[in-house]
């Protein structure tokens, strides 16, 4: 998330490459883009390790699955 904003982003093969991908990847819209990404991915994976880590409800499985004996029992 913080490398389209440092110096290295700058640096990189691909801007150096031609004038018009340098010019677009040095664009601040392209680079606020591509942070934007970063944190929903950040947000994606947070969201992922706390159903991992029982941040979910019990009951989510069986919702899902048609052949699980909790639904059944309903």
Avoid: C
């Avoid at 883009?33 to 019990?58: H, P, R």
């Amino acid at each position: 998330m913080l490398i389209p904003w440092s110096a290295f982003w700058e640096r990189n093969y691909f801007v150096n490459a031609t004038s018009a991908i340098g010019a677009l990847l040095t664009n601040h819209y392209t680079r606020g883009a591509i942070t934007g990404l970063g944190l929903v991915n950040v947000w994606a994976a947070l969201g992922e390790l706390a159903d991992l880590f029982g941040g979910g409800s019990g009951d989510r499985q069986s919702e899902m699955d048609p052949h699980s004996e909790i639904r059944n029992q309903k």
